[in-house]
């Protein structure tokens, strides 16, 4: 996944899917974990990382077009 800094280029609108997809890729983990397919339990932490960076962007965003409003 992307790093902090190359999330601070995207737009919240990107931000936003890319979080929407995330959600659903965990949504996946889980059932497979529930049911003993998971492949592997690193890409499960992974994926919450990913998920927390990039809400942390789209909320460091949103606060800053408010501030400039």
Known sequence: MATAKELKDLSAEDLKRRADELRGTLFQDQLNLRTGNLK??????????????????????????????
């Open 40 to 69: 592997s339990a690193a890409e499960r932490s992974q994926h919450r990382r990913d998920l927390a960076r990039i809400l942390t962007v789209l909320t460091q965003k949103t606060q800053a077009e408010k501030k400039a409003k």
